[in-house]
Structure formats: structure tokens, C-alpha cells
């Protein structure tokens, strides 16, 4: 009993820390892991923005990088350990969604230049990556720029997705096919 009430504490007093470095949270309701590190960021003079809401649970080891875009993490939502979120060009996380262990997302791409300019001194390209609600993505996915997974998607475990996934759709490999959709009569076909 006396162990809970020192974990409360301490999540009260981490969010509060978090808050005075810019991230939005609401009032209560939101369990972040104190291994977990959030940063807004900054991009041209731009300063990222990390939002997220009530009843999210972020466990051990999560990082979101801001890296001056949005992430926004909405509603109910849970994020296994080791998930890493880059929010350069935004990032969007819809309620009541799964986001499994080691899962990865990024939300730029870099532009490949000719043989005669150097890699590292190209822009970034910002694509937003929008994830609906009632989503489930399976663990060590990769979720690359510029996709949406629509609402009630399943994303199977190391599957990376390269392409926008239709809603209630189940998607596998690399990259990540359409195999099957979710039913409203609780089948699958």
C-alpha cells in the first residue's frame, strides 16, 4: 500500500516536471514511467509540441521526440516499453489505441541528394504519420512517414509500414499487407 502511494507521488511530481517543459498534460489520469523521456524539441527556431491526454500509459523506456513537429497522444491510449515516436513532421495517436513494445515511428525521411553533395547537410522531408482509434500495432513495428493507419487497424508483430492501411484492415510483413479486415459481426475475412 505504502509502495503505491510513493509511485503516485512520484508520477504526480515527474508530470509536473514535464510540464515545465512544455508538455501538455491533462490534470490527472496519466501514467508516464519516470525512464521516459519527452521532448518537445526545436526545428528552424520552432518549437515542437507534445501533447497527451487523459488515461495514456506510457511504460519503461518510451521516448517522443517532438524534434519541433506535434505528437499528439488522444485518449486511453497504451505504449509498450522501448517505443520511440519522431514527431518531425507530426505525429497523431487516436484513443483507445495499442502501441506494442519496441515499436518505432518516424515522420520525416531524408532527401537523397546527388553523389556530389553530402548526405547529412540535405533537408529533412516532414511526413505526418496519422494513427486512428481502436488500433493495434504489434511489437518491433515500424511505422514510416507519411501513413495513415485507419481507425481499427491491426498491424502485425515487425511489420513495417510504408503505406496508408484502409480502416479496420489487419496488415502483416515487410512491407505491410492487407491479409484479411475485421468484421462487425467479430469474424474475420
Partial sequence: ??????????????????KTK?????????????????????????????????????????????YGGNVIIDRNVFIGEYVTIYGHGGVTV???????MHTCIVSSNHTIPSKNDIIRSMPNIMLPVIIGSDVWIGAGCKILGGVTIGDGC???????????????????????????????????K
Fill in 22 to 66: 512544455g508538455i501538455l498534460l491533462p490534470k490527472g489520469n496519466v501514467k508516464i514511467h519516470t525512464s521516459c523521456r519527452l521532448e518537445p524539441g526545436i526545428r528552424d527556431g520552432v518549437k515542437g509540441r507534445i501533447e497527451i491526454c487523459e488515461h495514456a500509459d506510457l511504460q519503461y523506456g518510451t521516448i517522443i521526440k517532438g
Fill in 1 to 18: 500500500m505504502r509502495l503505491l502511494f510513493i509511485k503516485k507521488i512520484r508520477n504526480y511530481y515527474y508530470c509536473l516536471y514535464l
Fill in 94 to 100: 487516436g484513443s483507445n489505441t495499442l502501441i506494442a
Fill in 154 to 188: 491491426v498491424v502485425g508483430a515487425g511489420s513495417v509500414v510504408t503505406k496508408s492501411l484502409p480502416p479496420y484492415s489487419i496488415s502483416v510483413g515487410n512491407p505491410a499487407k492487407v491479409i484479411k479486415y475485421r468484421e462487425d459481426n467479430g469474424e474475420i
